[in-house]
C-alpha cells in the first residue's frame, strides 16, 4: 500500500513502465496496483499483453484511471536477409495494431542492429530506415506514432543501431522532411544522459515536435550488468532534473515514464517498486 | 615464441598496449617479448614503470628495435574541489616530464568524469578543458603531444565525461584555435565504433592533423563486464578494417595499437596473447 504522503505529489504526470515490476503479474493487476498507488500512467510491453484482447485492456487502463503512454516495443528491424527483414516489417505492423486497439498514443521502438555474423552497422541502418518508411502511412492511418528510441551505445552490437538522440532526429527528419508527423522519439535518460550534444538536441525535437516519450531511471557507479543493473530515478548519477527540465522546455508535457530493468528491484515486492518510482519521480 | 607465419605480417605498423597483457611481468621483460614477436612499438603505462628510470627504460625501448607509440595514462582531471584539481593537474604534469624522459611522441588522457556524489557533467568538463589546457604550454615545451581519448559513453559516470569524437576534437580546436598541435585524440575503436558520425568526424580529425594514436581491439556480443570483457581484434563485431582504412585515408601513418582489457586474455600466457595481437592485427 503506498505511503499517504507520497500521494501528495503530481504522480498524474508519472507513468509506470511495465517492465519495471518485472513483468511477474498478470497485466490486470498490474494496472489495478498502479493506480492504487496514484500515477497516471501505464506503459505495457507486447509480453504482458499476449493471447488477450487489446481493446479490453485498454478499457480497463481508462476504467482505472490511467492513461496510456506508451506501448513497447518494437521488433528489431535489421534481418540477415530480406525475408527476415520483411517478417520483422509484418510483426511490427501487428504491433501498430495492437497499440491502436489499446488506444496507446505511440509504440516504441528499439530498432535492433547487427544481424548475427555482421559487422555492416551502415546496412542495418539502412534497413531500419526503409523498415520505418514501410510503417510510417500505416501507423499515421493508425492514430499511432511511431517513436524511435535511440538506445545507449553499449546496445549497439545487438539491439539498436542508433544511439544518440541526434542521429534518431536526423532519422525523423528524413523520413519526414515536411514535419507532417507521426514519427517522433522516445527519450530515455538512461540512454542519452552522457551526451555533449543532449541539450542542443533535446531542443531541436522540441522544436520539430518529435518527443513522444519521456522516459527516466538513473545510471549507477558502477554498473554490474550492462541490461539488468538500471537504477531508480535518484539512485545514480543522472541529472535527471535537469533533464528533465530541458524536456519541459520545449513545451512537452506527457509523462515522464518510469523504466527500470534491475534484477535488484524486481526480487523487491512490487509495492516497494512503485514506491520507490514515486520517491524518484518527486526527486526530479 | 612467436609462429614463423606471423613474422610475414607488417607488425612494424602494430604496437602493443602494455595492459594488453595484463601488467603481469617487469617491464624489461615485456619490452624483450613484444620485439621478439616482431611488433614496432610499444606503449607503456604509468605503473609498468613506477620507481625506475624513465630514460634507460626508454632507450630500452630503441635498443630492442622498437618505437613508442605513446604513453598511457593521464591523473583524472575533474575533483571534488579545487585543491583537488589542482594536485591531479601537478600529477598529469609529472607525468608529461616521464613521457619526455621515456621519448614518447604522446601521453594519452583518459580525463575523468563526475566527483563522488556530483552529477554536473558540465562542470566536470569545464575542469577538463581548464586542466588541458593549463598543462598545453608546458607539453608543448617538453614535446609531449596531449593525446585525449573520448572513451565509450559507458564510461561517462567515473572515467571520462568526453565521450565521442567529435567531442574531443571540438576541445582540441577550442584548446588550439590556431592549430599550432601539442593537441589531438587517440582514437580507440572500442569507444568509437557505434557513432553514427565517425566518418565524418574521423575525416576532420585528419584535416586538423590531431590523430595522435589509434587503439584496436573489438566489441564482444554479450559483453560481460563493462571493463574487463574486451575482444582481441577480430574477436567482435566491430568493422575495424573499416575503420582502419578510414584513418589511414587521412594520411596516418602512424601505428595500430592493440589494446585489450580482458580478463579471459589476461589468464592466457603472454605469448599467447602476443600471437593473438599479431593474428588480429593481420585479420584489419
Excluded at 508527423?181 to 542519452?192: K, N, R, S, T
Excluded at 549507477?220 to 535527471?240: A, S, Y
Aim: aromatic share 8%.
Amino acid at each position: 500500500m503506498p505511503d499517504t504522503s507520497i500521494r501528495s505529489l503530481p504522480l498524474s504526470r508519472c507513468s509506470i513502465n511495465t517492465a519495471t515490476l518485472g513483468h511477474r503479474s498478470p497485466i490486470g493487476e498490474v494496472i489495478e496496483r498502479v493506480a492504487r498507488h496514484g500515477f497516471g500512467g501505464i506503459s505495457p510491453w507486447r509480453r504482458d499483453l499476449e493471447g488477450q484482447d487489446h481493446r479490453l485492456v485498454g478499457r480497463h487502463i481508462r476504467y482505472a484511471g490511467l492513461s496510456l503512454s506508451g506501448y513497447c516495443r518494437g521488433t528489431y528491424f535489421p534481418g540477415a536477409n530480406r525475408a527476415a527483414f520483411e517478417a520483422n516489417v509484418a510483426d511490427n505492423r501487428r504491433a501498430i495494431d495492437e497499440a491502436a486497439a489499446l488506444g496507446a498514443p505511440c509504440f516504441v521502438f528499439v530498432v535492433g542492429s547487427l544481424p548475427e555474423g555482421t559487422k555492416d552497422l551502415a546496412d542495418a541502418r539502412s534497413q531500419v530506415s526503409e523498415g520505418l518508411s514501410t510503417l510510417l502511412p500505416y501507423a499515421r492511418e493508425a492514430g499511432v506514432g511511431l517513436a524511435v528510441e535511440p538506445l545507449h551505445p553499449m546496445y549497439a552490437g545487438d539491439r539498436s543501431c542508433i544511439t544518440s538522440l541526434g542521429e534518431a532526429l536526423t532519422l525523423c527528419e528524413s523520413l519526414d522532411p515536411s514535419r507532417q508527423g507521426g514519427i517522433g522519439v522516445a527519450i530515455d535518460v538512461y540512454h542519452v544522459w552522457w551526451d555533449w550534444r543532449l541539450s542542443v538536441d533535446i531542443a531541436a525535437a522540441g522544436r520539430s515536435g518529435r518527443i513522444m516519450a519521456f522516459h527516466v531511471c538513473d545510471w549507477l557507479v558502477p554498473t554490474q550488468d550492462l541490461l539488468l543493473d538500471r537504477g531508480m530515478t535518484g539512485e545514480g548519477v543522472i541529472d535527471v532534473g535537469r533533464i528533465r527540465r530541458e524536456i519541459e522546455g520545449t513545451g512537452y508535457d506527457g509523462f515522464a515514464e518510469v523504466e527500470v530493468f534491475s534484477r535488484r528491484w524486481w526480487s523487491t515486492s512490487e509495492d516497494d517498486v512503485l514506491a520507490a518510482c514515486a520517491k524518484g519521480f518527486a526527486s526530479i
